[in-house]
């Protein structure tokens, strides 16, 4: 275990705090600490040696441990508690021990600090570093997920540590009908992972996620067991400064999955701020339906962004980590739970498994982006960028339903100008003959 620091502390240190500086590099799942001092109790004298330690992470106290056994064994900082210290996510950046000298009653004690590096397993790491690196100000993560505290068969740490080690920036904890997993979820936000949460609002005709409101359960019953009307359901979460998410609605329904396809006829799309475009591992009907039907619904005039959830309710198989999954991608700007709630709340987000992109349209130094509506009353420049493309795949710019090829290739840049007064919303999407690669928010016009 190599050497950090090392030295000695005399009865001049007593009452003062030693603070020793470390830098956990990037990608780092768990980290051991190793703290020995010698002697413990000197020979001859009445009273040991008094000595604590404590570990700060860049986001804030990380652990205290006054026992010296266990520090002297060595304490694992990382997703799993471990000897008395909590679940963290391993933020990157500078750490800090702190060595209190409360008592020292020997002439001189030695102590010496060893520092251990873990990385993520094999299974999971290459996908972090495979993954096209986003432009300043966009992040990518996930908005749906499960835990043990509802029907999954993770921890609420190893979903976040999973997500973190995938490269996402946010992770979101949307247990169906319960929110009692936050408390630790939400615990775990810090520089190196945002945590968002949620619960998946789940019921006999759909599913619903009641997305950003981490203070109660939204529940679809009343306390006496009558169901509640969704769109009642949808003004709470608004209300709450939630985002009412309609989930995977065209999954396989009843009698196979009791509830999951979304048929609540007063609600499509009605007050719902978005709909779950791509859920799971990627499947025509379910997901290449739900784009269909999420376009059907902006034709007739709704605005509703799409979502990605990865869905995931425990940790994966090898087999499922080589299926085509999605990741929001989020123009965020600085990170943290509210600035992302507020970018995808705004539309400014694509779906993606892969390739990243930028959409925007510019008249006269006015700029849109997806999510927004131009406000312009003359033709506008429509510009689309796009990195990480494969071979085989297709590019388009998707208005009104009408896709218009773009001449494609892993990096690019497209123009074209578009009248707002003529279309109704306009999408950049990326597919090859598997299925969608990316899809964006649109561009809304004024038609
Ligand atoms: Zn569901
Ligand atoms: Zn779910």
């Known amino acids: 275990m190599p050497r950090q620091a090392e030295g000695t502390l005399t009865a001049a240190d007593e009452s003062t705090t030693l603070v020793i500086p470390f830098v956990v590099p990037a990608g780092i799942r768990s980290f051991r600490l190793k703290f020995n001092y010698t002697p413990d109790h000197p020979e001859g004298a009445e009273l040991r040696n008094q000595i604590s330690a404590s570990i700060y992470g860049p986001d804030g106290k990380t652990a205290e441990i006054n026992r ?25 950046g500078e750490w800090k021990l702190f060595i209190s000298t409360h008592r020292v009653t020997s002439p001189d004690v030695h102590y010496t600090v060893d520092l251990e590096w873990h990385l993520p397993s094999d299974d999971v790491a290459p996908a972090r570093v495979d993954i096209t690196p986003l432009p300043d100000g966009w992040l990518r993560g996930d908005l749906h997920a499960h835990t043990w505290y509802s029907d999954g068969h993770w921890t609420t740490s190893a979903l976040a540590s999973f997500m973190f080690e995938r490269g996402l920036d946010f992770s979101t904890l949307t247990d169906h009908n319960t929110i009692d997993g936050l408390p ?30 981490t203070d109660r359960l939204v529940d679809w019953r009343d306390p006496d067991g009558t169901l509640r009307p969704l769109p ?21 329904g009843d ?23 791509w859920n799971g591992t990627w499947d025509d009907d379910k997901n290449g339906g739900g784009i269909k039907l999420w376009q059907t619904w902006l034709s007739e005039g709704h605005r509703l962004v799409a979502t990605a959830g990865s869905d995931m309710h425990g940790p994966p198989q090898p087999a499922h980590l080589k299926r085509r999954a ?11 739970r509210d600035a992302v709630l507020k ?68 990096q690019g840049v497209f123009e074209t100008v578009l009248n707002p007064a003529s279309f109704r919303w306009a999408t950049l999407e990326v597919w ?14 004024q038609r």
């Open 68 to 92: 010296p056994d266990r520090w002297s064994d060595g304490v694992t900082v990382g997703p799993e508690p471990s000897g008395g210290v909590g679940a963290k996510i391993v933020s990157p």
């Open 184 to 213: 630790e979820f939400l615990s775990y936000d810090g520089t190196a992972l945002t945590t968002l949460g949620g619960n998946e609002v789940s019921t006999f005709r759909g599913h619903m996620l009641a997305l950003g409101v």
């Open 232 to 252: 009642d359901i949808a003004d709470e979460i608004h209300d709450a400064g939630g985002m009412a998410v309609i989930c995977h609605p065209l999954s396989i």
């Open 255 to 277: 009698p196979w999955c009791c509830g999951c396809r979304w048929e609540h006829e007063d609600m499509m799309p009605g007050n719902a701020r978005a709909v779950e475009i």
């Open 326 to 336: 999605a990741h929001n991608v989020v123009y965020a700007i600085e990170r943290g």
């Open 343 to 410: 970018a995808l709340k705004a539309g400014h987000s694509y779906v993606s498994a892969g390739p990243v992109c930028t959409l925007q349209a510019e008249e006269n130094g006015q700029v849109w982006i997806m999510g927004d509506t131009v406000e312009a009353s003359e033709p506008v420049t429509v510009t689309a960028t796009w990195n990480g493309v494969p071979d085989g795949a297709r590019l388009m710019l998707n208005v009104d339903g009408h896709p218009q090829p773009i001449p494609t290739s892993i």
């Open 432 to 445: 090859d003959d598997e299925g969608a690669l990316l899809v964006s928010n649109p561009i809304y016009g």
